[in-house]
């Protein structure tokens, strides 16, 4: 059988080292049985017999083993011997063993196992559980796979336990009956589980083939491991690990199942080692068998080694405590960091710059290597922030932006583009970019930054892909109504921006927005004609029109000029959405088309509209009610529209723009001040079909004295009852301040004035006869009674 081992018992081991199996050969397992007869027949042997059942040629070892030696086997031949005996086993595991190895083939092939099963004589004590690839392999092969027993010892005081494991052998054809072979061993507990169950690890080794070594706990059962000890820990994590994962959980196989914790506390020997918790467990909760997540994240702005204590308290024991040190290295400009807009602290690929480093995606180029970071072609530009992780403060000057070729051209923006101070709180650094031309450019980007009296470039470097159009610098962008995820172009380099696609757009005008604005403009120093635009709707829901400077064709200018505007107004018929696709002729060969989406959102009735009486279609400033639905100014629940004081009369006009035939019935007033009365009038009292040839209705007002109140009109059409209403400002009227803008307000003026009060009437009149026969008695001494007549001069004579 070739050299002999030493023979390395289980008991008396710390950890046994792991040792190759041989391959059993039908030699040796021939020479294996005689020796176990020899052994039977010999009288005060404690071996047994080998079986000779269903399990013939199964055996199991442990790691170390002697071959041919027949104590140092676990089962020969489908029974166990006599130290592995489940009756009275001999075999001890010691205190500090966490996890067993023991090895399973067969002699031949044609064996298979059923489920396993391991037992504990005192859970309270041990708990065990089995783990490896010959668990989940069914088939018994000549080649040894690995069996793992992980032993969790929870008790409080020393104690020992028997642990017992079960394997069903049968032959792999179908229907054999297992036969249950069974071989157990004795693990001693040393008592110490301050919390039992309760662990703490590095990683996730729940479902490791591996098992599950004293190396992976952090704390094992509420006590920490040597090598993480809070007071003199021995652990480190090198200063190229930016976070380290570790999970709080109850061991699988514990009694106990549940245990509360609080928010871990985590604190540093050095300020310029800063370490951010995260995860699940960061906020504290209930450690089931489920590990939960706590993440690490550190974030090094000088250099050196810092100590790490993390501290878990229980609200019903010692806290839990555990440390180790964590190497930092910083640049040449500490704390000096540039992030990306998705920024998470300490995680480096969220990192431009590092303590003034560039990270590995932003490096310089080197000879044949360029930076892994790129920006797509589809971005016009890109965003950094400059911040200081530490508490200084630094000066630096413009950032100098560059590219390596001329048909992208860079411009930079954002607070940070002209210098000033970097603190804690970020400035933003914006990076436009202008294509000309295809291929991809490396931008480089210096930050100086002053250092004492000297200054220090703190400089990084990605690749910008670019993509040639035939319209190098023409662009349309976006006026305030709408905005995009990809920044603020429709169109750039007389390109569609993939939010404004012509396949799929993404860009969306809400429902309650009735316009749009595009500016069309260069980028360059030339300029672009254009013809008329238009535009298309994939759907009738939607009435489109272009008004502005654009809509009826013109130049885009260099972008030191004024932009065109191109005002695109929305007239929803009916409600969902629509695809608008605008088309803008670029001279006799060329175009620039984008399109979006355009949401509608409709009342009760479409087409049913009521207009001011300065109307233009498809603007809702000038409409009462659209669609069926009054409009935010004439909300019969807000009263914004105001009628003013001055306005005695006023006209609405109701129409049906849309395809549904309507009838209208005769319409009703609320007024909430009865000093104020309102009179109707108008075609549209007369109840019957209504058309697109609009139909009035004329409000009188008749204000008694000065007032305000709320006017609610309600329209029954045939689908429905439409209610929209204002406020009315009213002072009395006198013919001093008689307005009128048509004849018909003159007409009820005139009315209102001569019927306002039949006493104030008699009055008058009484005052007019007063005044006219005392006027006609003047009149007729003036002219008909002569100072130079007889009677006048006696007249004359007497007042004399």
């Known amino acids: 059988a070739g050299p002999h081992r030493v023979p390395q018992p289980l008991s008396g081991t710390e950890s046994p080292a792991p040792t190759m199996l041989s391959p059993v050969t039908p030699g040796v397992v021939r020479r294996l049985a005689l020796l176990a007869g020899m052994l039977t027949a010999c009288p005060g042997t404690s071996a047994q017999a080998p079986d000779a059942s269903g399990a013939q040629g199964f055996m199991v070892t442990p790691e170390a083993f ?455 403009q260069m980028s360059t120093n030339d300029e672009q004609d254009f013809e008329w635009p238009s535009v298309e709707a994939s759907d009738s829901i939607v009435r489109v029109t272009l008004a502005g400077p654009a809509s009826k064709g013109g130049t885009a200018k260099p972008a030191s000029e004024k932009p065109v505007a191109l005002i695109v107004k929305y007239d929803c018929m009916k409600s969902g959405s629509a695809v608008l696709t605008i088309t803008v002729p670029l001279g006799p060969w060329n175009e620039a088309a984008f399109s979006y989406v355009k949401e509608c959102s409709v009342g009760e009735i479409p087409g049913f509209d009521v207009t001011l009486g300065a109307w233009i279609p498809g603007d809702r400033h000038s409409y009462a009610v659209k669609n069926g639905a009054p409009t935010e100014a004439y909300d019969a629940s807000e009263h914004v529209a105001i009628i003013r004081s001055g306005t005695p009369s006023y006209t609405f006009y109701l129409m049906n723009s849309g395809d549904s035939a309507l009838t209208v019935d005769r319409p009703s007033i609320e007024v909430t001040n009865p000093a104020v009365a309102v009179n109707v009038s108008g075609d549209a009292l007369i109840p019957g079909p209504l058309e697109q040839q609009a139909r009035s209705l004329v409000l009188d007002f008749n204000c008694v004295e000065r007032a305000k109140t709320d006017v609610i009109v309600y329209l029954r059409v045939s689908a429905g009852t439409v209610a929209f209403g204002f406020r009315k400002d009213c002072k009395p009227l006198t013919v001093s301040r008689q307005e009128a803008d048509t004849p018909h307000e003159v007409m009820r003026q005139a009315e209102r004035i001569t019927n306002r009060d039949g006493a104030s009437n008699r009055l008058g009149n009484i005052l007019l006869g007063i005044f006219l026969g005392a006027g006609s008695a003047l009149l007729y001494n003036k002219f008909f009674v002569s100072p130079y007549s007889k009677s006048g001069y006696e007249r004359a004579k007497s007042d004399d």
């Not at 028997?162 to 394997?167: P, Q, R």
């Not at 000088?302 to 308290?313: D, F, N, R, Y």
């Not at 220090?456 to 910008?464: E, L």
């Not at 962008?477 to 169109?491: D, P």
């Open 66 to 520: 002697v071959e041919g030696d027949y104590n140092t086997y676990t089962v020969v031949n489908g029974s166990a011997t006599g130290m592995y005996n489940p009756a009275k086993p001999t075999a001890t595991v010691h205190s500090r063993t966490e996890t067993v190895s023991f090895l399973m083939q067969s002699a031949s092939e044609g064996l298979r196992h059923g489920l396993m099963k391991v037992a504990s004589s005192d859970p309270s004590i041990c708990t065990a559980q089995l783990m490896g690839p010959a668990l989940k392999r069914p088939n018994i092969r000549k080649t040894a796979r690995r069996l793992f027993v992980k032993l969790n010892c929870l008790a409080t005081k020393p104690g020992t336990a028997t642990i017992t494991v079960t394997v069903p052998v049968m032959s792999a054809s179908a229907g054999a009956t297992p036969t249950p072979v069974s071989f157990a061993f004795v693990k001693k507990c040393a008592g110490d589980a301050s919390v039992p169950g309760l662990d703490v690890t590095l990683g996730n080794f729940m479902d490791s083939d591996d098992g599950r070594s004293s190396g992976s706990y952090v704390i094992h059962n509420g006590a920490t491991m040597s090598r993480y000890n809070a007071k003199d820990p021995e652990a480190r994590i090198t200063y190229d690990t930016t976070d380290v994962h570790m999970y709080v959980s109850m061991a699988n196989v514990s009694s106990v199942k549940a245990h509360a914790f609080l928010v871990p506390v985590v604190e540093t020997s050095q300020p310029w080692c800063r370490v951010l918790l995260s995860g699940k467990a960061a906020h504290g909760g209930t450690a089931t068998t489920t590990p939960q997540l706590l993440v690490f994240k550190f974030d090094c702005s000088g250099s050196g080694k810092a100590k790490v204590i993390v501290t878990i308290p229980l609200p019903d024991h010692d806290p839990l405590q555990f440390g180790f040190f964590k190497e930092c290295r910083a640049g040449e400009i500490p704390g000096f960091d540039v992030t990306l807009s998705s920024y998470e602290p300490g995680v480096r690929a969220s990192y431009a710059v590092k303590n003034g480093e560039p990270t590995s995606a932003y490096h310089l180029a080197r000879k044949d290597e360029l930076p892994l970071a790129v920006v797509r072609e589809a971005q016009f530009k890109t965003s950094f922030y400059l911040q200081m992780s530490t508490f200084n403060s630094l000066e630096f000057e413009a950032p100098i932006v560059s590219s390596s070729d001329p048909f992208c051209l860079v411009s930079t923006s954002g607070d940070a583009a002209s210098g000033g101070w970097i603190d804690d709180i970020s400035s933003q650094l914006i990076i436009n970019f202008n294509c000309v031309d295809s291929g991809t450019a490396l931008i480089t980007v210096a930050v100086p930054i002053q250092m004492g009296e000297k200054l220090v470039n703190s400089s990084f470097a990605f690749r910008k892909e670019c993509r040639w159009t035939s319209t190098p610098g023409f662009d349309v962008t976006l006026g305030a109504w709408i905005k995009s995820e990809r920044g603020t172009y429709a169109v750039r380099n007389g390109a569609a921006t993939s939010a404004f696609s012509l396949w799929a757009p993404k860009a969306v005008v809400r429902s309650s927005q009735y316009s749009s604005i595009f500016y069309l």
